[in-house]
């Protein structure tokens, strides 16, 4: 079982959509949760950076994280074309010399 | 303030050479990390530098290696290059390491392509 597991879409939805982007991950030690948004040609940007369990939200963009199920959301309002992307999710433990670990995105394409 | 820069953005290299991918950091950034991005594979962890000091290492061949200067600046070096070495090589940078969750912040990568 790979530590973290994200569905790797592609997921398209209608502009005004909420859009719903889902981690599972198995390693309880992971303490430090984050989204990124990738669009083609360029590197991955922090959109949402959570640590342990709880809501944040940013704008349109909610995260959320459930640590007693080991699931983690990003929850995008009102979406846009311009929110057409790759989302990755990714998590770290907060002891030890540990990287960063990464799911392997979800493509996301909102329809205009 | 600016993000972090990579150099070059495209290199195309035979099998059997060697390359060099430059990288510097956001300003007062002690924390260097390299990652391969391959269609396949997702993100995979090559390794992190903090104060010119390689603190953790991925699961690559040792072909893969890597520095980092006093600046912060860094380096990775990929020798004997194979057809799958081709890949997007990520950069990232972050306050004081992952480890204690200072979270990473990735330039836009080198695309390499080996042929």
């Known amino acids: 079982q790979k530590e973290v597991e994200q569905d790797p879409g592609p997921l398209s939805v209608p502009e005004g959509a909420i859009v719903s982007l889902n981690c599972t991950y198995s390693?309880?030690?992971?303490?430090?949760f984050m989204w990124y948004r990738q669009y083609s040609r360029k590197g991955p940007e922090l959109l949402m950076y959570?640590?342990?369990?709880g809501n944040k939200e940013d704008g349109r963009f909610t995260a959320q994280v459930d640590k007693s199920s080991k699931y983690i959301s990003l929850f995008i309002r009102d979406s846009q074309p311009s929110d057409s992307a790759t989302y990755l999710c990714?998590?770290?433990?907060?002891?030890?010399?540990?990287?960063?670990?990464f799911g392997k995105g979800t493509r996301l394409s909102v329809i205009a | 303030k600016a993000g972090v820069t990579q150099t070059p953005r495209y290199l195309i290299k035979t099998r059997g050479q060697q390359v060099t991918l430059s990288c510097s950091p956001i300003s007062g950034h002690r924390s260097v990390s390299w990652y391969q991005q391959t269609p396949g594979q997702g993100l995979q962890f090559l390794f992190e530098?903090?104060?010119?000091?390689?603190?953790n290492k991925g699961n690559f061949p040792g072909r893969f290696s890597g520095r980092q200067f006093s600046n912060s600046r860094s380096e990775m070096n990929v020798s004997t290059l194979e057809l799958g070495d081709s890949a997007l090589y990520l950069c990232a940078s972050s306050l004081t390491g992952t480890d204690t969750g200072s979270p990473l912040h990735f330039g836009n990568g080198t695309r390499l392509t080996v042929t």
């Open positions: 990714a998590m770290s433990r907060n002891s030890g010399n540990t990287p960063l670990v």
């Open positions: 390693n309880s030690a992971f303490q430090y």
């Open positions: 959570t640590y342990s369990s």
């Open positions: 530098y903090f104060s010119e000091t390689q603190r």
